[in-house]
């Protein structure tokens, strides 16, 4: 049996005001391909299937075509579980009509745990495998507040009740004759030794500690499909746990690593192979360093060298003196060419490019790290007061997730 994993589609993403709309549907009609000339037999999406809680229509157009398109297919089995930026009540609208076409839609957790286990049978009935189709774990789903408990104790029943939520489905799961047939769990999660698009240690709940150990997740899957993260990866050196990654760049932080998504390969209950398949690159997001000079030199190599469908998106990044009008004369040397230059950004002296990426750009940063950012600049707070307000502020957002509260 042929499963492809795949995650973190993020359709309906604004990139500084502009769409990615032809990247995700090229990228789309691609994998929509691959899936008929490689047989696949089912296809997991781990979470994240749109960028916000209130995708534009051309989003919700592309997810709709596909799935429509996919069901004509050999692919039999499609599961979609609900990652922390889509709308739960949106994706489960549809999960009724859905199902009609063999589309198994997990928007979020339910008071009945066994909705998240999936029997996946042949044509004749004969089952082909079990999943754990468990999607993003909000705190309502996992644990009951506390009057006066600390924000570690918090945390750790946080941690305490994804672990909790596997085990129990993994328990239903074991009820059945699992001996001949596969057993896959999703997820969508940060779970420990994760790294993110910046190549830094990333945590996704209150209180800054990992979610779940690799060693956490129950023996009887065979295998964990995860999402969240963008970079494609195994999880504590597992090779049956791992994340597959966004389908394109989705900022320049990930300009460097390969876009794929996961085959496996399994006969009967043994996984023999996975599969790391190259998505297509679209469109280039490229960053260029330096001096004027090398930057012209840089700009005039990317003209030649253009090879992608999409013009590429250029941040330039200026170091030294610069020249009146730069942005000006930039724009007339890429004029006519498949050139759109994005941003120039001015690095000043003594400042790291690090520093530069990281901190300027406000469609860079995290929502969190804006907020703290916000706290520091408004006010003399102390470490601890900041830790406070900064829990307030991710229960408040928390709340608005959970309600589908659109701003």
């Given at each position: 049996m042929k499963i492809l994993h795949t995650a973190d589609w993020h359709l309906g993403q604004k990139f500084s005001n502009m769409d990615r709309l032809e990247e995700h549907?090229?990228?789309l009609n691609w994998l929509l391909e691959y899936i008929?000339?490689?047989?696949?037999?089912?296809?997991?999406?781990?979470?994240?299937?749109?960028?916000v809680n209130n995708p534009p229509n051309y989003a919700r157009t592309l997810y709709y075509q596909f799935l429509t398109k996919l069901s004509k297919t050999s692919c039999k089995h499609i599961i979609i579980v609900g990652g922390n930026h889509d709308s739960p009540s949106m994706l489960e609208a549809s999960k009724d009509l859905l199902k009609l076409l063999d589309i198994h839609v997990v928007g979020c957790a339910t008071e009945k745990i066994e909705d998240e286990v999936l029997i996946l049978r042949d044509e004749k009935g004969v089952v082909e495998a079990y999943v754990a189709a468990v999607p993003y774990l909000r705190e309502k789903d996992i644990r009951k507040s506390i009057a006066g408990e600390?924000?570690?104790?918090?945390?750790?029943?946080?941690?305490?009740?994804?672990?909790?939520?596997?085990?129990?489905?993994?328990?239903?799961?074991?009820?059945?004759?699992?001996?001949?047939?596969?057993v896959i769990a999703t997820g969508h999660l940060f779970a420990t030794g994760g790294i993110n698009e910046e190549g830094k240690r990333k945590d996704l709940y209150v209180g800054n500690i990992e979610n779940i150990d690799a060693e956490q997740f129950p023996t009887i899957f065979d295998y964990v499909a995860l999402g969240h993260l963008h970079r494609?990866?195994?999880?504590?050196?597992?090779?049956?746990?791992?994340y597959s990654g966004s389908i394109i760049p989705l900022s320049f932080s990930e300009i460097k690593d390969n876009k794929v998504v996961k085959v496996l390969h399994?006969?009967?209950?043994?996984?023999?192979?996975?599969?790391?398949?190259?998505?297509?690159l679209f469109r280039r997001l490229i960053r260029i360093e330096g001096n004027i000079d090398k930057i012209k030199k840089q700009l005039i190599i990317i003209k030649k060298q253009h090879k992608e469908n999409l013009e590429a998106w250029v941040e330039i990044i200026i170091e030294g003196e610069t020249e009146p009008n730069?942005?000006?004369v930039l724009e007339e040397l890429t004029?006519?060419?498949?050139?759109h230059i994005f941003r120039v950004r001015l690095k000043k002296e003594h400042q790291s490019i690090e520093q530069?990426?990281?901190?300027?750009?406000?469609?860079?940063?995290?929502?969190?790290?804006?907020?703290?950012?916000?706290?520091?600049?408004?006010?003399?707070?102390?470490?601890?007061?900041?830790?406070?307000?900064?829990?307030?502020?991710?229960?408040?957002?928390?709340?608005?997730?959970?309600?589908?509260?659109?701003?």
């Open positions: 549907q090229l990228v008929v000339t490689d047989q696949i037999q089912a296809l997991i999406v781990a979470g994240d299937i749109f960028d600390s924000s570690l104790e918090r945390t750790n029943r946080t941690k305490e009740g994804i672990v909790n939520h596997f085990k129990a489905v993994a328990e239903i799961i074991a009820q059945y004759d699992t001996s001949n047939v596969p494609p990866q195994k999880v504590g050196g597992k090779k049956h746990i791992q399994f006969k009967g209950k043994n996984l023999e192979d996975i599969e790391s398949v190259q998505l297509p730069i942005h000006q004029i006519g060419s498949p050139i530069l990426t990281n901190v300027e750009i406000l469609s860079d940063l995290d929502v969190l790290d804006v907020f703290r950012k916000k706290c520091e600049r408004e006010g003399e707070f102390s470490d601890k007061a900041i830790q406070a307000l900064e829990e307030s502020f991710l229960e408040l957002r928390q709340w608005i997730n959970e309600e589908d509260i659109v701003l």
